[in-house]
């Protein structure tokens, strides 16, 4: 079956612009998950969603991060006025029930440069 | 918070031999620490896990212990073959609850050389 997409899959940015990455999990998940993976680094977590409850944002680096998934399925990571050091790779992961007890699925992730 | 750290940062090994990456924990009430293998452009995959109430874990040629005592974990690759080279993540987070953020190792980079 289909796994979790994201788009789109390159993004280059002018210092200042506003972006917007998408995610769609796994038909069903319930549970939804934003990473962010520098360069050479392990994925470090962002947001949470429980369908369209955002449970944990305590992982956004800063107010210009906004993540909503308003229907419980799509989600959307909003990075506003970007700066250089937002420059990495945003991962979305998904699992089927409640997080903690089930395997995450990553989509392939956003590759975000800003020049 | 939980800290993990991953040790070797890279690892070359010849075709045919085994290859084993570790891992060390800081918060005892972890109990679930899965691998996902990461190949150049791609998300991580998961390719095994392991949950607390067990030692040992394996999956043909591949294999996870877990020493909770110690709070260390290591992935074990046997007979590698060129398709295992990719970047392997450990990742430890509590599970149980409602939320279960993974907390991701910086990473081995394994190169299996023909």
């Known amino acids: 079956g289909a796994g979790v997409s994201q788009s789109p899959r390159y993004k280059v940015a002018k210092r200042g612009q506003d972006v917007a990455l998408r995610c769609d999990p796994i038909?069903?998940?319930?549970?939804l998950f934003w990473y962010q993976q520098a360069l050479g680094q392990g994925p470090e977590f962002l947001t949470y969603?429980?369908?369209?409850?955002?449970?944990?944002k305590s992982g956004l680096p800063s107010d210009r991060f906004f993540a909503e998934r308003p229907e419980g399925s799509v989600s959307t990571l909003k990075i506003q006025r970007t700066q250089q050091e937002d420059s990495a790779v945003y991962l979305c992961?998904?699992?089927?029930?409640?997080?903690?007890?089930?395997?995450?699925?990553f989509g392939p992730g956003t590759r975000l440069l800003v020049l | 918070g939980e800290n993990v750290e991953q040790h070797p940062s890279t690892l070359s090994v010849q075709e045919g031999d085994s290859a084993v990456i570790k891992c060390t924990y800081s918060?005892?009430?972890?109990?679930?620490f899965p691998w996902y293998k990461q190949e150049l452009g791609k998300g991580p995959q998961l390719i095994i896990d392991?949950?607390?109430?067990?030692g040992e874990k394996k999956d043909q040629r591949i294999a996870v212990t877990l020493n909770k005592t110690a709070k260390h974990f290591s992935l074990h690759i046997t007979e590698t073959q060129p398709e295992d080279s990719a970047v392997y993540f450990c990742?430890?987070?509590?599970?149980?609850?409602?939320?279960?953020?993974?907390?991701f190792g910086k990473g081995t980079k394994l190169s299996v050389k023909p």
């Open positions: 992961a998904s699992s089927l029930r409640l997080a903690g007890s089930e395997t995450q699925y």
């Open positions: 038909s069903g998940h319930v549970s």
């Open positions: 969603f429980q369908n369209e409850a955002q449970l944990d």
């Open positions: 918060d005892s009430a972890s109990n679930y």
């Open positions: 392991i949950r607390s109430n067990v």
């Open positions: 990742a430890a987070t509590w599970y149980g609850g409602s939320q279960g953020n993974l907390i």
